[in-house]
Nanobody, 122 residues
């Protein structure tokens, strides 16, 4: 069993900051990558940022220069520092973890968190 738990969402004014956290726990052999996705009402879920075990990062164009993803490999935790927030950043943010559960695993599997609401409004 693998659990993925997010925290840190909330209501913030435009221009403000929030920090999201996501921790993976349970039967984990190796985490390949961790990332954040967002889904606004009526829209598809889309990638915000991701980071590999080696530290390589990838960002959506809309958040480059404003959001920073980082991870603590020892804690199986990923963070998303969100700054200069805009109303269009309002969405449910989901954590995604690609991992293997045993040494014999031939492919990784993606696990999702339950999501955390981020609302940017004055």
């Amino acid at each position: 069993q693998v659990q993925v738990v997010e925290s840190g969402g909330g209501l913030v004014q435009p221009g403000g900051s929030l920090r999201l956290s996501c921790a993976a726990s349970g039967t984990i052999f190796s985490i390949i990558s961790m990332g954040w996705y967002c889904q606004a009402p009526g829209k598809q879920r889309e990638l915000v940022a991701s980071i590999t075990s080696g530290g390589s990062t990838n960002y959506a164009d809309s958040v480059k220069g404003r959001f920073t993803i980082s991870r603590d490999n020892a804690k199986n935790t990923v963070y998303l520092q969100m700054s200069s927030l805009k109303p269009e950043d309002t969405a449910v943010y989901y954590c995604a973890v690609d991992l293997t559960t045993t040494v014999w695993s031939t492919a990784s599997r993606r696990y999702w968190g339950q999501g955390t609401q981020v609302t940017v409004s004055s």
